[in-house]
């Protein structure tokens, strides 16, 4: 996964696969979703990212699934 920020433009471009985009479409304005031919998508387009929240610091968090119960435990 890749974000990327355009100042000129006030763009961000968060990038989640490699495969090319088939069909764009419109979620509201100023946020696209890209869509191979299989229907997955492969980005997201935000206009105006800057007004729509603060881009000083982008954080990634890898949060680990929790474990599952051994059949008969409780959580």
Same mark, same amino acid.
């Given at each position: 996964?890749?974000?990327?920020?355009?100042?000129?433009?006030?763009?961000?471009?968060?990038?989640?696969?490699?495969?090319?985009?088939?069909?764009?479409?419109?979620?509201?304005?100023?946020?696209?979703?890209?869509?191979?031919?299989?229907? *997955? &998508? &492969?980005?997201?387009?935000?206009?105006?990212?800057?007004? *729509?929240?603060?881009?000083?610091?982008?954080?990634?968090? *890898?949060?680990?699934? *929790?474990?599952?119960?051994?059949?008969?435990?409780?959580?």
């Amino acid at each position: 996964m890749k974000v990327r920020y355009f100042e000129d433009t006030d763009t961000a471009l968060v990038e989640i696969g490699t495969t090319a985009a088939h069909e764009t479409r419109e979620l509201s304005p100023d946020l696209y979703i890209d869509l191979d031919a299989d229907g *997955r &998508v &492969v980005s997201i387009t935000i206009e105006h990212a800057s007004h *729509r929240g603060d881009l000083s610091e982008v954080t990634f968090e *890898r949060v680990a699934a *929790r474990a599952s119960p051994t059949p008969g435990q409780t959580s």
